[in-house]
């Protein structure tokens, strides 16, 4: 099948101007046979790695697959493998394990505790998590723990500039932290605003947008953001810019607040925006595209650097209805992913050469598989999908769950096996391959963690 794909490439590069009409190069195709026979073989994996947890695990945060020890990222759990994959249970009509995982998320999570948690991390795992479970399940006691986070939060926004600090005290409200960047000041109004939806308290809505603003209102004067911000002054602490992490979810939250909320600030924000991206980081490379690294305010090149976390961009691409670009940021994504048979964490795509070369199973690219097939319907996509996937269980599979890679290099694996692989990598997987009645795509966004949030018809008011 490797062989098969790489000889379709250059084929499939031809095809992309046409992006927006389903072109399927030869032998590119996949049946609805077989997508179900996918699915099913994706189930049976996320079943393979959710059993290794509930074995080893059941109660922790995360399950280290090599030594079978339990991790709680605090000392103290606050159930992040649970809550991440409760509505991939629920996805994947896997019922009993559903109703088992809601058991012990009503009965254990309790955030009274005496630690200070990133909120970033927390936000979009922990209080995504509840809130996709409740829309998907009607269970209220998810949404108490939901409105109870939420609320333990809220201290991180009391800055000068209403930029969040990274950490806060669940219990006394105490923050700390006040070195942070785009992403983390500006990834918040999906999640605190559909609390707000939710609740009828409009202090989360107005305090996540307040924040992305106030993100906003700094970008240079060419229209580009850094990597590094002071929440306490609200100066640049790193000029540096790019989609990478650190950036990423800024723009993502952008287009997907409008989407969500049909807020129209945020999508004045997310055009703007995708303007000075496209103008200043887009980077044409021997007829492919990539995007790479520019100073945020005279928008000089600094590196040619592109990796698996700016593998989400086709997804925002594909979602902004700009299927052109989506596709060739999608074709090199998957280049860089066959370089090795598995995608590096960086990569410097002048040289082709790998930078960082662990793979966390970050879920990027198979999201942006998924955005694109539904937009498209193009089965190549289900192609690409089905020859990544045979690389991620060769790759990656241990007797107990999934591990992240050291090095795609020599596949070298590591004692590692976040909560993000439940919530993205195996429910993007399984979307990509499962009937469209599974979700309604149209009805739904989802959060920067993989957590499908309802959509509202009439738009926000503004707070």
């Known amino acids: 099948m490797r062989l098969a794909v790489k000889l379709l490439l250059p084929i499939i590069a031809l095809l992309l101007p046409c992006a927006g009409v389903a072109q399927t190069p030869p032998a590119a195709n996949m049946s609805n046979a077989e997508a ?17 947890y509930v074995h080893y695990a059941w109660g922790h ?9 339990p991790f709680d990222w605090y000392g103290q759990s606050l159930l992040m493998t649970p809550v991440d994959a409760l509505d991939t249970l629920v996805l994947m009509g896997l019922k009993k394990q559903a109703a088992e995982d809601r058991a012990l998320i009503d009965a254990k999570l309790d955030f009274n505790k005496d630690i200070y948690v990133k909120v970033f991390e927390v936000n979009i795992r922990l209080l995504g998590g509840l809130l996709s479970g409740y829309e998907l399940t009607g269970d209220k006691r998810l949404l108490a723990l939901a409105d109870d986070l939420g609320t333990r939060l809220l201290p991180a926004f ?7 600090y990274r950490y806060v005290n669940l219990r006394t409200g105490a923050v700390r932290g006040v070195d942070s960047n785009p992403a983390e000041t500006g990834t918040l109004i999906l999640e605190f605003g559909t609390l707000s939806k939710l609740t009828g308290n409009p202090v989360f809505y107005r305090k996540a947008k307040r924040a992305l603003i106030e993100t906003f209102k700094r970008r240079s004067s060419i229209g580009l953001v850094g990597d590094g911000i002071n929440v306490e002054t609200g100066r640049w602490t790193d000029t540096d810019s790019h989609i990478s992490g650190g950036i990423d979810s800024y723009y993502e939250y952008q287009i997907k607040c409008w989407k969500l909320f049909g807020d129209e600030d945020c999508r004045r924000m997310w055009l703007a925006s995708i303007a000075a991206v496209n103008k200043y980081l887009a980077d044409e490379r021997h007829g492919e595209l990539w995007y790479g690294h520019a100073n945020m305010d005279t928008g000089k090149r600094t590196t040619t650097e592109y990796g698996a976390l700016d593998a989400y961009f086709p997804a ?6 700009d299927l052109v670009r989506a596709r060739r940021l999608q074709a090199s994504s998957f280049r860089m992913w066959d370089i090795y048979g598995i995608e590096p964490d960086t990569l410097n795509y002048a040289s082709m050469r790998v930078v960082e070369p662990e793979y966390p199973l970050r879920p990027e690219i198979v999201e942006s598989t998924y955005y694109l097939y539904h937009y498209t319907r193009d089965p190549y996509y289900r192609v690409m999908g089905k020859h990544m996937f045979d690389d991620f269980v060769k790759y990656c599979r241990t007797d107990d769950g999934y591990a992240a890679l050291s090095s795609v290099i020599n596949k070298q694996k590591t004692d590692a096996m976040e909560s993000y692989v439940f919530a ?20 739904m966004i989802f959060n920067t963690e993989g957590h499908p949030l309802r959509r509202y018809p009439r738009p926000v008011s503004p707070p």
């Open 61 to 69: 945060d995360e399950l280290r697959p090599l030594s079978r020890k």
């Open 158 to 164: 009391n800055s000068p500039t209403g930029l969040p």
């Open 424 to 443: 993205e990598t195996f429910k993007y997987f399984y979307l990509l391959f499962a009937p469209p009645q599974t979700l309604d795509f149209k009805r």
């Open 36 to 52: 179900r026979r996918m699915a099913a073989r994706v189930k049976a994996e996320f079943l393979h790695a959710w059993q290794g």
């Open 316 to 321: 925002e691409l594909a979602l902004s209805g």
